[in-house]
């Protein structure tokens, strides 16, 4: 357990790691890639290293010794069937772009994870992927890890992804249907939620030689053969892990620059920054980085976060100091997260004194100015990084907050209480 201690004021330039999302992509691009490349900034992490030793365990050699510079050696696109599971943990983005690489394969791969992972569905991805005839199976027939998969090479030609409720399903597909054996073609169906992350997929892949041809949609795509080239490759800061302490000006009515997420971001998470402008605060682009100032009283907004889960109990967070309701709508995908995330930000919320909503798909937090309704607690954090690191900050104003299994952090920003007591000057 870690206390949080408040804060009377807050005047801060802090700087973030490497954004996981994209050091996931990069990543699987780079071990895919003919020649040799260098990641620049990445993020090591709890997820990051399960995805290195998966790789290696494919046959493709990553020197991650130099923490800011990985050198990863390209195979162009062989992969090797591992002699033994490849287990990842609760590590979805893993584990949903590590089945599709495996796909790649010649041979027998299982991928398994946690007791949490056995409950994230991934049948989507399992249904496209045998559209491009891979046999693949759910080993307890639940359409969930463990996955056994008897890979030949995809086929290519058309297949369709029947839900875009993850966008890690189809960011999963695009990344390695340029080594398909035909031209690939993929249609999604349903509506496509957290389109940034598509986006990234696609600059990614486009940054590493192949551009894909997709509907301004984003619900069909035409994919080029061909092979990624090996390249350096610089990541941005961590746009997710930035949110922690720009919403930590918002509810301290304090300033925090975080200076290495750029403008613009290939990171959908940064348009986080609009919906805190609307709450009242003050964002400035300043030499040193983005600056968030807090206002004296925040105010409730309605907005539709369905694009951005990641950052969606930051701003809920946030929400329970504003004077008046706030509707966090379109985030029933947070409900196959690393926990539930919905129901366990309401519970937590409720448990400090927040009057919150809880439907389907939405949260509906009714804010006081200030907090002036909240009060310490003991939070429990579900084994999940974004519940410890949005319920800090509400430590920064409220006496007696207290963080549980703290070090679950350690998925995606290991030194973050170094780096949050720093800012706060504890």
């Known amino acids: 357990m870690i206390a949080i201690t408040p804060i009377r004021t807050l005047d801060a330039v ?16 780079a071990a895919l890639a003919e020649g040799p490349s260098q990641l620049l900034g990445p993020l090591t992490s709890e997820d990051t290293r399960y995805t290195i030793n998966a790789l290696r365990a494919m046959g493709i050699d990553c020197d991650d010794s130099t923490p800011d510079c990985w050198q990863i050696h390209g195979t162009g696109g062989r992969v090797e069937p591992p002699a033994a599971d490849i287990f990842l943990g609760n590590n979805g983005t893993a584990t949903r772009f590590l089945t599709s690489v495996a796909a790649l394969g010649h041979g027998r791969f299982r991928i398994t994870g946690s007791e949490r992972m056995a409950q994230r569905p991934i049948l ?20 969930c890890p463990p996955l056994t998969i008897l890979a030949q090479g995809l086929a290519g030609g058309r297949t369709v992804l029947p839900e875009g409720k993850s966008s890690q399903y189809l960011s999963s597909l695009l990344l390695v249907a340029p080594y398909a054996m035909t031209p690939a073609e993929l249609e999604v169906r349903g509506e496509i939620l957290s389109q940034p ?21 984003l619900n069909f795509f035409r994919i080029p053969q061909g092979r990624y ?45 609009p919906y805190l402008a609307r709450m009242g605060c003050r964002i400035d682009q300043t030499e040193a980085g983005i600056a968030v100032t807090g206002p004296e009283t925040l105010a409730g907004i309605e907005l539709d976060m369905g694009d951005m889960p990641d950052v969606a109990p930051t701003l809920a967070v946030v929400a329970a100091f504003a004077e008046g309701t706030t509707v966090i709508d379109n985030i029933a ?34 804010g006081r100015k200030g907090g002036s309704n909240l009060h310490g607690a003991a939070i429990a954090t579900y084994d999940d990084h974004r519940m ?25 920003f290991p030194d973050f209480w170094e780096r949050f007591g720093r800012m706060a000057g504890s």
Not at 126 to 142: C, H, K
Not at 197 to 217: H, N, Q, S
Not at 256 to 273: E, I, T, Y
Request: hydrophobic share 50%; net charge negative.
């Open 333 to 366: 995908h947070l409900r196959i997260k690393e926990c539930d995330r919905l129901s366990a930000v309401v519970s937590e919320l409720r448990r400090m004194g927040a009057e919150v909503e809880e439907e389907p798909a939405r949260m509906i937090i009714h």
């Open 197 to 217: 992350y598509v986006e990234m997929t696609l600059a990614v892949m486009a940054d590493f030689g192949i551009r894909v041809e997709a509907a301004p949609t």
């Open 14 to 29: 802090v700087t973030v790691p490497g954004s996981k999302s994209l050091t996931q992509r990069a990543l699987i691009a």
């Open 229 to 273: 080239r090996g390249r350096s490759y610089a990541i941005e800061g961590d746009a997710s892990g930035a949110s922690y302490f720009w919403a930590a000006a918002a509810v301290t009515g304090g300033r925090v620059v975080v200076a290495n997420v750029p403008v613009p971001s290939l990171q959908g998470d940064a348009r986080l920054l």
């Open 124 to 143: 989507p991805l399992m249904e496209a992927l045998r559209g491009w005839q891979v046999a693949i199976d759910s080993d307890a027939g639940t359409d």
């Open 388 to 412: 410890a690191m949005s319920f800090a900050v509400a430590g920064l104003r409220i006496p007696g907050v207290i963080i549980a299994d703290e070090q679950c952090v350690a998925k995606s």
